[in-house]
């Protein structure tokens, strides 16, 4: 399932989907039922991060570290400028490498430059906007650019799945307890499979497009537009009933 980002309205918004299953097992020897329930969500991200890398090839290490740095100080000036905010600007690595090629005379690998390469990333809650602030980090000298889209806090959807997985193990039960012809008397042990930390998170996935009458035309135009993914969040549990 995509959204268009000309469509998304914002968390407020998303569409949020519920599903309950539940595996069931009968359990003489503990003279109970348990069974195990599942919750499942699927939510719109509502942050996005695009990362932009920058990157100079000099003939000494400082040469090289120093023009990257006064790129990577332009490139955050620009993204500042677009709208994000200053705190959600973060380095995520820098490191500066020899270049190297091969001598077959002397059978050695020569030093002919250095490389100098930062990754930032920018964070921001605009994500109807993502592929403006990835054209921003080209035109302001990025080598390159990408976005991933994610849920800052997973807790509220968490618990809800959660919530989901208890009912789909409480209906499943009712149903056995039906049909074996025996009545449930109460809960007397409950596991929770998965955890808020466990939480299936992952990034939704992206995709980049372009507005315009033809792809080239566009991406000149520096007017990207990015799809994703819904994310979704399960919940299990296993809990064991009485009779």
Known sequence: MKKSMKTATGLALAAVMVFGCAVTSFAAETAGITVNGRGMIEVDPDTAKIYADVETTADTSIEAQTENNEKADALKSAMLAAGIAEENIITESSYVSPERVY???????????????????????????????????????????????????????????????????????????????????????????????????????????????????????GRSVIEYDKITINARVSITYAI
């Open 103 to 221: 001598d077959d005379e002397t059978r050695q690998y020569i030093t002919t430059g250095y490389t100098a390469y930062a990754n930032i990333s920018f964070a921001t809650k605009d994500i109807d906007n993502a592929g403006k602030y990835m054209d921003t980090a080209l035109e302001a000298g990025a080598t390159g650019s990408s976005v991933s889209f994610y849920l800052e806090d997973t807790s509220v959807y968490y618990a809800d799945a959660l919530r989901q997985a208890v009912k789909a193990a409480e209906n499943s039960a009712k149903t056995i307890a039906g049909a074996c012809g025996v009545t449930i008397k109460g809960i007397t042990a409950v596991n929770e499979s998965t955890s808020n930390y466990a939480v299936e998170e992952a990034t939704a996935n992206t995709t980049v497009m372009y507005e315009g009458s033809t792809a080239s035309d566009s991406a000149a135009k």
